[in-house]
């Protein structure tokens, strides 16, 4: 009966200890990202970058807090630096919001940079508003 | 003494749900007052309170654009409560709103459609959506409401922010106003108001490449400028919809009209944000919040924006 219990102790102590432990690694915590390392084109190389957009922009995604400016969402950023990187243009072509070509464009080297720092933001905007949203509620944290 | 314990924890749970079961809009009474005591403080005198709610204004615009003394129920015109300016356009627009026409069309939309008299037979309900379901656990909005009806009598789906859609909204608001309805939304469980509570995160958070929350323009910014526009405050945000914008009309008239979702949908983007879908349950219970808020306040739709 000892040999039991202490068995069964051994086992909730095993998959408690686990359980906190896959806990810790499948919530990475975005707000210690470091936007400015991790998107620095000239020390890690366009690719490499582009890849990070990429990665993090999923899971911003996913968690529905994507970035979008004048039309055009990051994902299409990341999807036309991507194309025009393997036509071997050094340009990338602005969308309108209709998805449409639109007369502007930016460097490949530019496109990448913003790509990936819209996709780091969201996630560590996400991360701080957590903690911070309360400060702006009139009578909760918002003081007048 | 099993049997015992048993019958004595199911009474304690019974009375605690019974306790509890008027209270589950306690916290949102208490944001909602909080946002009234809040609004009515700032635009008590905007010349008087500078230092507290307008640092940045000039001195034409607080002593000769926002009004002083404003009551509660004017909140619900928006930005033209305030505006000294604005409301000068809004009544010259008022006179002949263009709308007037898309609220006729609403009219026979509803009366040329079975499924949706059957759906809705009373056509005063503006004021009480979104609503909590409780038997789904989910917040029900209007626009969803309509097109679940459409679906289940074999109809096509609406487009759910302009055409047809805030047409016929724009009839219902229209008989909530005549019938002197006020917004009524409920908090009726714990799960409701969890949704409230998400809603309210959503409207409170930073998002977006500007890094803006919703309350950052319509709580702290209300009645501040961004270039020749007044921010509009959040209290009666949602009393008037569907809206007729000028903006959305300019090519055509009937697109002018749009829904709640059209321009929530609108704000996100302008935060740099890819907004969530029209009838996500993340839009549904940011608008549950935010009608919440205008509890009480007259039904005054549908109406007209810049």
């Given at each position: ?42 020390s890690n190389g366009i690719e490499n970058v582009l890849a990070t957009a990429a990665k993090y922009n999923k899971i911003a995604k996913e ?66 508003g957590k903690k911070t949203w309360r400060t702006a509620v009139p009578g909760d944290g918002f003081k007048y | 003494m099993l049997l015992n ?295 005054d739709g549908p109406d007209v924006r810049k």
């Amino acid at each position: 009966m000892k040999k039991l219990y202490s068995v069964v102790a051994t086992a909730g102590l095993a998959l408690a200890i686990s359980g906190c432990t896959t806990n810790t690694v499948s919530t990475p915590s975005f707000e210690t990202l470091d936007e400015k390392q991790l998107c620095n084109v000239k020390s890690n190389g366009i690719e490499n970058v582009l890849a990070t957009a990429a990665k993090y922009n999923k899971i911003a995604k996913e968690h529905g807090v994507e970035f979008k400016r004048l039309g055009m969402t990051n994902t299409q950023y990341i999807d036309e630096t991507n194309k025009s990187i393997k036509a071997g243009s050094d340009k990338v072509v602005l969308l309108d919001k209709k998805g449409k070509a639109t007369k502007n464009s930016v460097s490949v080297e530019y496109a990448t940079q913003r790509a990936c720092k819209f996709a780091v933001s969201a996630l560590i905007l996400e991360a701080e508003g957590k903690k911070t949203w309360r400060t702006a509620v009139p009578g909760d944290g918002f003081k007048y | 003494m099993l049997l015992n314990i048993v019958k004595s924890t199911a009474l304690v749970a019974l009375a605690s749900c019974i306790l509890n079961a008027g209270e589950f809009n306690a916290q949102a009474e208490k944001d909602r007052i909080a946002l009234i005591e809040y609004t009515v403080a700032k635009f008590k005198d905007a010349e008087k309170n500078r230092d507290n709610f307008f640092p940045y204004s000039t001195d034409d615009e607080l002593k000769n654009n926002i009004k002083k003394d404003i009551k509660v129920e004017e909140f619900a015109m928006g930005n033209y409560a305030f505006s000294i300016q604005g409301q000068f356009s809004y009544n010259e627009i008022k006179d002949m709103p263009p709308y007037e026409e898309l609220v006729e069309q609403g009219e026979e939309l509803y009366n040329d459609n079975k499924a949706i008299q059957a759906c809705f037979p009373d056509t005063t309900i503006a004021g009480d959506y979104p609503y909590f379901d409780q038997k789904r656990n989910e917040v029900i909005s209007l626009t969803g409401a309509i097109n679940e009806c459409l679906v289940n009598a074999g109809q096509e789906k609406w487009n759910e922010k302009k055409g047809k859609m805030p047409i016929l909204q724009a009839y219902f608001a229209a008989q909530s106003t005549e019938a002197e309805k006020k917004v009524n939304i409920t908090i009726p469980t714990a799960e409701a108001a969890a949704a409230y509570e998400r809603g309210k995160e959503y409207y409170y958070t930073q998002r977006g490449y500007l890094k803006l929350s919703c309350a950052t323009c319509h709580v702290q910014g209300a009645g501040k400028r961004v270039r020749n526009e007044s921010l509009s405050q959040f209290l009666g945000q949602t009393t008037h919809f569907p809206v007729y914008r000028l903006k959305w009309g300019k090519d055509k008239v009937a697109n002018g009209l749009g829904t709640l979702e059209r321009r929530m949908e609108g704000c996100i983007k302008d935060q740099g944000q890819v907004p969530p879908k029209t009838n996500s349950k993340q839009m549904k219970e940011l608008l549950y919040f935010m009608a919440y808020m205008s509890n009480g306040m007259n039904v005054d739709g549908p109406d007209v924006r810049k």
